[in-house]
């Protein structure tokens, strides 16, 4: 040999894989390729050379290549079609799998095994299974309760080739469950239901699966009530329409399976019916043994009960509540006081005058109830009235008298009442009263009180050390029904007579005398009046009533006759209405005296301080020297009143003409009067005189109010102004104001640098002048200095000014424009930093000019103080402004600004699209509910600039339901993240942008749907027009339809499809781009005979989201049934038969085993295979055929052809021998009939 040269190739002989490679003399050869595709047959080539160059070849008979295990299956633990996870048997274990394939080496060998993982046979090791097994039952096993094991199956193909699947295990819980508690009520009222719940039930190996339930009668688990009743995992139930005995004890009895299926059964402790309530009992109100009816009670209430009973179930609760009428809780809701036989309420608001009722609420342990109630109180929060005292008055010095209106009580009733009188620490009388009105009763010493309420009787009272030495106190004390008191205020009554004084005789003339008194006292009361009685020898008599507090009188009459008697006697009487006596001794009238005439006296001199006062008198006519020289002697007195003697008492002087008082205690503002007693006979007799009244006046004036300014407070003045200053309100309500003194003083120093003094006649004056000394921010006071014509003085002062020389300083002003309708402009503008640290900024003008125009006095200008303004005037469209502010201070100077210079915009901004969504096209859905975006195009403005833009989304156009509006700046997009949509939702994105003048301009979007569904499954068919084919013959393509995917919110919108081997794979074609069309055909494909072949559908909706259906499937059958026999005949095959009768066929063991027959058709021909006597008719899967109206030609052969067809479309014909046809009525030879072969 001289080489060897070998290939490989798919068919054989073939080189489409690998051409001939020349390999010398070697008699092997390998070939590592990685696309070799696994299922494909391979066929090997090889040509040998000799020396003499003669060639020879020899092909292999194909090797299939498979480079993939077998496919698993699913492996169940357990011996059906269903998996189970538990069991409780540890004898032996059983697992069940469907069969492992491989489409191309075929499965080998099959083992199974058993691990305590999904990865080893570490418990039982594998073990080879007959061929074609798909079950196996491990036995002679010892499982351990609680754990899980694992069958575990591997599967080889022709080729070695492993695969390996375990089941999901199988936990060996060989216990029941642990046993729970089963509650139930004690007992129960109900005949016809029975509740129960339960919990505790527990099992760690295999969960608890289901619980069943009974009810049993006298004895548990007797199920004569109901049987067990399976209520899954609920851990409570119901069971109604029942039949229960009364006074009966019932059971119920849980059962409770876990997942491998043992169960534990547990009972509950029983439950009683009980049907009559508990025996009502009685209810008093209030703690104590007796019922009380009345209450003084705000906020606290007791009661108690008892004689509640119940035989059967027993009083297991009591309830109480407190109302205005029984079975009421307006005051305390129906309150817990569990077995408690009293209870109180500390906390309760009741109304005085309302009646109240306990209401008790018993409940047996059936849940039965009685309910009883107190026959009420009433509530009595205020204390009686206890009536008034008034009047008390001494009667006789011995016997009190007392005045009493009587007590009362709105709510509950007359008061019983009691009177004492009481002389403290001696001896106390009590009365008792009725309540009956006004009464008056007399309580002397020893009397004894008369109870009225209970009969009369008798009542020791002490008067031991009784006396007029002691204050006497009376007071009423009241009980109301609710046992509340009240005690009146006490009323002191003075029990001791005034002390008694002196009365003597002061002086006397001619015709009157003057007494005065001292010494009457009482230390408990006062002494309110004396009464004077005046004999004169002893036949006339004069009954006076003076007020003590005179301390003397003046008696005058031209019926005294001089020389004759008088007598005084006085009792005096204290406010107590006790007394006391004095009578003076006897009294003389002198002789007549014959003065100098009173008209020449006298003119009175007056000076006077705060402590002082001096008095000079001189006689008129020149009588001075006169009375001189006749001695006369002078008495003086000051007094509030002509010929009073209140501050000065009357004094002798002698014969001097002056005097001088210094203690009297003098008032401001009250007028006195000086008295003059002029005696020439030792005052036996005296004429009087009086001065004129004077005024007192010891006060300075009354400061005014100094303003600086001439009609208004000035704070500030250009150190060039003039001075200006008014002050008012200067007063002497005693004298007058003479003068007013005005200078301004510089502060702190408190230097005076200019000064005026001028005439005033009100306290109210005006004055000006040139200063040149004030200093450029200094401060100053006006100080007014007024004087009274007694010559005290009072000043007050200005609140101050300061001097300002420099104006306003700084200052920022800013202007803005806004366009409005009917050629007016929204102007608005504010100024910032504008000081002035001496006198501040007092006023603001402003204007809007055109720019550079000037600001003068024909300027029209806004006064304000406030630093901003807006409003609405009329400017021209596109012409330039500015704002002008005047600042001045309030020394008057000022200082000008401007702001920069505005157009005036009348135009908004020019819009442009807005899109939803954050690309660069609009979006009309989205299936996100969180989160929501926008784009749109920057707004333009020719005339000013875009200042900010917003961006809001809402439910409507315009709206900002979802979103308030947020400042985007200028930005052309923007999301919210944090956005929370709804479902079915259309969102509006809007963006509001304003320009410089304040225009603004809106955008909205057409909105976005918010769909967050997929669209709703459709059907998939295999084959076009939505009619479904099982099967099919051709292997090049494959046709798809569909219809009924629906999206109620964003619509489907297309499809997309793909070819695959399993429900949603891809793996024969990839899915195509998305189409609108509900057909599709894929074509250029290479598809396997006896594959099933699926297509997967994605119906996309508008939001973009997707749903994937799968067609059922379609198996490619690429053969045609196995043709079968056709006889001429129905049951036996003829030869021959006579013209003109009906041509009958039948046909058997035509077969399909990849897809069935489906339909037969049937024809008749004068040949095999032909139709022309009769063309194929469809018979569906009829065995046999018949025509009477085939024609027949005598002589001639005609033949039967059935063609056969399966689901894919593959058809496969036969023909029967074939039948001679004789002449009509002529005898058939015997031969012509053959059996069936």
């Known amino acids: 040999m001289w080489y060897y040269k070998w290939a490989i190739g798919t068919q054989e002989c073939g080189t489409q894989v690998q051409a001939y490679v020349n390999v010398g003399k070697e008699t092997q050869a390998s070939s590592y390729k990685s696309d070799f595709v696994s299922g494909l047959l391979y066929y090997v080539s090889v040509v040998g050379r000799n020396q003499a160059g003669l060639l020879s070849k020899i092909c292999s008979e194909g090797t ?119 509650t139930t009520s004690e007992y ?75 169960h534990s059964t547990k009972s509950s402790d029983g439950l009683i019916t009980d049907i009559s309530p508990p025996t009502a009992g009685s209810v008093v109100d209030g703690l104590g043994e007796d019922d009380v009816d009345w209450l003084y009670v705000d906020s606290e209430i007791g009661a108690r009960w008892y004689d509640f009973d119940d035989p059967e179930s027993g009083i297991q609760l009591y309830r109480w509540s407190v109302g205005t009428n029984e079975e009421g809780c307006q005051v305390l809701l129906a309150t817990s006081v569990t077995l408690s036989t009293s209870a109180v309420c500390s906390n309760c608001s009741f109304i005085s005058g309302v009646k109240y009722f306990i209401t008790v609420e018993a409940m047996n342990g059936a849940g ?167 004999e004169f020898n002893s036949t006339s008599e004069i009954l006076l009533l003076l007020p003590y507090k005179g301390s003397f009188y003046e008696h005058r009459t031209d019926t005294f006759l001089p020389g004759s008697s008088w007598t005084v006697s006085a009792n005096a009487v204290s406010s107590s209405g006790l007394t006391s006596s004095v009578v003076t001794e006897s009294f003389d009238f002198p002789p007549l005296v014959d003065p100098i005439n009173s008209a020449d006296c006298c003119d009175f001199t007056i000076e006077y301080n705060s402590t002082t006062i001096t008095v000079s008198w001189d006689w008129r006519n020149g009588l001075t020297a006169k ?106 309500p005693e004298s007058v104001i003479e003068t007013c003194s005005v200078y301004v003083v510089e502060l702190p120093s408190k230097n005076s640098i200019w000064s005026k003094e001028q005439l005033v006649s009100n306290g109210t004056g005006t004055t000006s002048g040139k200063i040149d000394s004030w200093t450029h921010g200094n401060e100053y006071v006006t100080k007014v200095v007024c004087e009274s014509s007694t010559g005290l003085s009072t000043e007050a002062s200005s609140d101050g000014f300061s001097v300002d020389a420099t104006p306003p300083a700084g200052g920022i002003v800013v202007f803005s424009i806004d366009s409005l309708w009917n050629g007016l402009a929204n102007v608005s503008g504010s100024w910032s930093s504008i000081g002035d640290g001496e006198s501040g900024v007092a006023l603001y003008e402003w204007a809007v000019v055109k720019a550079r125009e000037e600001f003068t006095n024909q300027t029209v200008a806004t006064a304000t103080k406030k630093t901003s303004f807006s409003a609405s005037i009329n400017l021209t469209a596109s012409a330039e402004y500015e704002l002008v502010v005047n600042a001045s201070n309030f020394a008057g100077l000022y200082t000008i600004y401007r702001s920069k210079s505005i157009v005036h915009d009348v135009t908004s901004p020019e819009s442009y699209h807005i899109f939803d969504g954050a690309g660069a096209t609009d979006i009309d859905y989205q299936f996100s509910t969180i989160g929501i975006s926008a784009t749109w195009g920057q707004m333009t403005d020719d005339e000013t600039i875009i200042i900010d833009c917003v961006w809001y989304v809402g ?149 973009g989201l997707s749903r994937v ?69 469809l018979v569906n899967l009829l065995l046999s055929a018949g025509n009477a109206n085939v024609t027949l030609e005598s002589g001639k052969m005609f033949y039967v052809t059935v063609r056969a067809e399966n689901a894919a479309g593959g058809k496969s014909s036969a023909s029967s021998d074939g039948v001679l046809v004789f002449e009509e009525n002529s005898p058939l030879p015997l031969s012509c009939v053959s059996l069936r072969p």
């Not at 009743?229 to 329409?241: C, D, I, K, P, Q």
């Not at 009542?459 to 006497?472: A, K, L």
């Not at 003059?676 to 006060?699: C, G, K, M, P, R």
């Not at 079968?1124 to 095959?1133: A, K, R, T």
């Open 64 to 182: 299939l290549y498979d480079d993939s295990p077998p496919v698993t299956s699913l492996v169940r633990d357990g011996e059906g079609a269903v998996d189970i996870d538990y069991q409780s048997f540890i004898g032996s274990l059983s697992a069940n799998w469907n069969a492992f394939t491989d489409d191309h080496s075929e499965i080998k060998e099959c083992s199974v095994g058993l691990g305590l993982t999904n990865e080893t046979d570490d418990y039982y090791a594998f073990t080879l299974v007959s061929s074609g097994m798909t079950k196996h039952q491990f036995t002679s096993l010892t499982l351990t309760s609680g754990t899980r094991y694992f069958a575990i199956v591997t599967c080889s193909n022709g080729l070695g080739l492993v695969s390996k699947r375990s089941s999901d295990g199988i936990k060996i819980d060989a216990t029941p469950p642990v046993l729970g508690k089963v």
């Open 368 to 534: 039965l109830k009685t309910t009883a109630y107190s026959d009420g109180f009433t509530v009595d929060l205020t204390a009686p009235e206890t009536g008034a005292i008034s009047g008390l008055k001494w009667i006789d010095n011995s016997m009190l008298q007392i005045n009493w209106t009587g007590g009362t009580d709105d709510e509950s009733g007359p008061p019983s009442c009691s009177v004492h009188v009481v002389a403290s620490g001696q001896w106390e009388i009590v009365k008792l009263l009725e309540s009956n009105g006004e009464q008056t009763n007399i309580v002397s010493s020893g009397e004894q009180a008369i109870d009225v309420s209970s009969g009369e009787q008798t009542i020791d009272v002490n008067t031991t050390g009784f006396s007029y030495s002691q204050v006497v106190s009376v007071y009423v004390n009241c009980t109301n029904r609710a046992l509340v008191s009240a005690t009146s205020p006490s009323i002191s009554i003075d029990g001791t007579p005034p002390t008694s004084g002196l009365i003597s005789l002061l002086q006397q003339g001619n015709n009157f005398f003057s007494l005065k008194w001292d010494g009457f006292h009482d230390t408990e009361s006062i002494v309110e009046f004396l009464e004077l009685n005046i």
């Open 955 to 1103: 439910t409507e156009p315009g709206s900002a339901q979802l979103l308030s509006p947020q400042s985007v700046g200028l930005q052309t997009n923007a999301s919210c993240w944090h956005c929370v949509l709804t479902p079915g939702m259309t969102y509006f994105s809007s963006v509001t942008c304003r320009n410089a003048a304040g225009l603004e301009t809106v955008v909205t979007s057409d909105g976005v749907l918010v769909d967050p569904t997929r669209p709703v499954s459709g059907l998939v068919y295999d084959g076009r027009g939505r009619e479904d084919v099982a099967y099919q013959l051709v292997t090049s393509f494959s046709d798809c339809s569909w219809n009924n995917f629906t999206d109620p919110e964003s619509g489907v919108v297309g499809y997309r499809t793909c070819l695959g081997t399993s429900p949603g794979l891809c793996d024969t074609r990839e899915r195509a781009d998305k189409i609108v069309s509900t057909e599709w055909r894929f074509l250029g494909l290479a598809l396997r005979h006896g594959g099933v072949y699926y297509c997967s559908v994605m119906g996309i909706n508008a939001a």
């Open 627 to 732: 009375s001189s020289e006749l001695g006369y002697r002078y008495r003086y007195s000051i007094g509030s009143i002509a010929g009073g003697a209140q501050i000065r008492n009357y004094t002798d002087v002698g014969i001097v003409r002056e005097a001088v008082c210094r203690d009297c205690l003098l008032l401001t503002g009250a007028v006195y009067f000086v008295n003059l007693h002029v005696s020439s006979d030792n005052f036996a007799s005296y004429t009087a005189h009086q001065s004129d009244d004077f005024l007192i006046d010891l006060t300075s004036p009354l400061a005014g109010e100094v303003v600086d300014g001439l009609n208004a407070d000035k704070e500030f003045y250009k150190i060039t102004e003039m001075f200006f200053a008014t002050w008012s309100g200067f007063a002497d």
């Open 188 to 262: 129960q009222s109900m005949l016809d239901v029975v509740e129960a719940v339960w919990s505790g039930f527990l099992d760690v190996e295999s969960l608890i699966d289901s619980y069943s339930w009974s009810i049993d009668r006298q004895i548990p688990m007797r199920q004569d009530v109901q049987p067990f009743t399976n209520v899954r995992l609920s851990e409570g139930a119901t069971s109604s329409n029942l039949t229960l005995r009364p006074n009966t004890t019932y059971y119920v009895s849980v059962r409770a399976f876990n997942r491998a299926g043992l």
């Open 1109 to 1177: 259906v799968s067609s059922d499937g379609i198996t490619i059958d690429v053969t045609v049934p196995s043709p079968g026999i056709v006889i001429d005949g129905v049951d036996e095959d003829i030869d021959c038969q006579n013209a003109g009768s009906s041509v009958l066929a039948s046909w058997f063991d035509f077969y399909d085993v990849e897809s069935g027959i489906v339909a037969y058709e049937w024809g008749v021909g004068s040949s095999k295979g032909n139709d022309d006597l009769q063309e194929f008719t």
